[in-house]
């Protein structure tokens, strides 16, 4: 039997997705604004975006604003896929134990 | 996504709990964007409200920056959209432009009904129509530092009114204009 999508199925990445698909589509989010929003630590939450990233639902820029490293991360078309997808299962699991 | 493997291994009880943790995640995260968003408003309206309630405290005849700033107000306000270059930003123009006109409309409306006797009551009706925009841009969006610079925006142009009709538009200058520096501030640093 296959698992839930690991990959959103957890509860730090589930809120970086959730953090980016609140934004417009493309919108960037900031590292340390994400930070601040899904509440886990730098190197916690620099793990999970990799996975994200590797998984082709996150990409990531690096640039510099003026002498601070910054990094942004946005959600790709097919993260946002996803995670719209893992959303209506949650929702067809409710409705199907309600009709039961 | 697999939907059947989902549904085979998450309970009911779990599923609702997952879509509570989004759905707090994802309006917490909408809302520092929309701060993110404002805060630049903020402070050229700010920056507006101290220059042009200022020269009209210390020149009456002054009041004729008004217009002129507020033609600057609504320009900026229109570049930092466009500067956001975001998805909201898109749409932001043709409500911006619409909104104005509908308060204006409003305003015309209201004016030609009730119309104000002293300066004074213009001076203090449109801080109180900001704030009310704040307030309900608060209330519907669930953001609780819009709210709160609504009813501060409010309670303060409300002080100056009643209690310091003398010093009421250099009250505005200094309180109102720098309020809303501060609350741009404010909502950039959330």
């Known amino acids: ?100 | 996504m697999n939907l059947g493997a989902t549904a085979m291994t998450l309970s009911r009880d779990e599923a609702e709990s997952t879509l509570r943790d989004i759905s707090k995640t994802e309006r917490r995260s909408s809302n520092l964007f929309g701060y993110r968003f404002g805060a630049p408003h903020l402070f050229l309206w700010g920056a507006i409200w101290m220059i042009a309630y200022g020269a009209t405290y210390l020149r009456p005849e002054w009041s004729i920056v008004w217009p002129i700033l507020i033609v600057v107000g609504v320009i900026g306000s229109f570049w930092l959209s466009w500067r956001a270059k975001s998805a909201r930003a898109d749409t932001f123009g043709w409500r911006y432009g619409a909104t104005l006109v509908a308060v204006f409309l409003f305003v015309g409306a209201l004016f030609a009904i009730l119309p104000p006797h002293r300066d004074a009551q213009v001076a203090a009706f449109f801080p109180i129509l900001v704030a009310l925009f704040y307030l309900l841009i608060g209330i519907w969006t669930r953001g609780v530092r819009m709210v709160v610079l609504g009813l501060a925006v409010g309670a303060l142009t409300l002080f100056g009114y009643f209690d310091l009709p003398a010093y009421f538009l250099l009250w505005m200058a200094v309180v109102g204009g720098g309020g809303l520096i501060l609350g741009g501030f404010w909502l950039r640093h959330a």
């Open chain 1, 1 to 100: 039997m296959d698992q839930p999508n690991a990959i959103i199925h957890q509860p730090v990445r589930l809120k970086i997705m959730a953090a980016l698909r609140a934004l417009p589509q493309g919108e960037q989010l900031e590292f340390v604004r994400l930070k601040a929003i899904v509440g886990a630590t730098e190197g916690n939450l620099g793990a999970h975006i990799t996975t994200l990233e590797e998984a082709g639902y996150a990409a990531i820029e690096k640039d510099f604003v003026g002498k601070r490293p910054r990094t942004r991360v946005t959600l790709t078309k097919e993260g946002r896929r996803a995670f719209e997808d893992y959303v209506a299962d949650l929702r067809t699991i409710i409705d199907a134990t309600r009709r039961e």
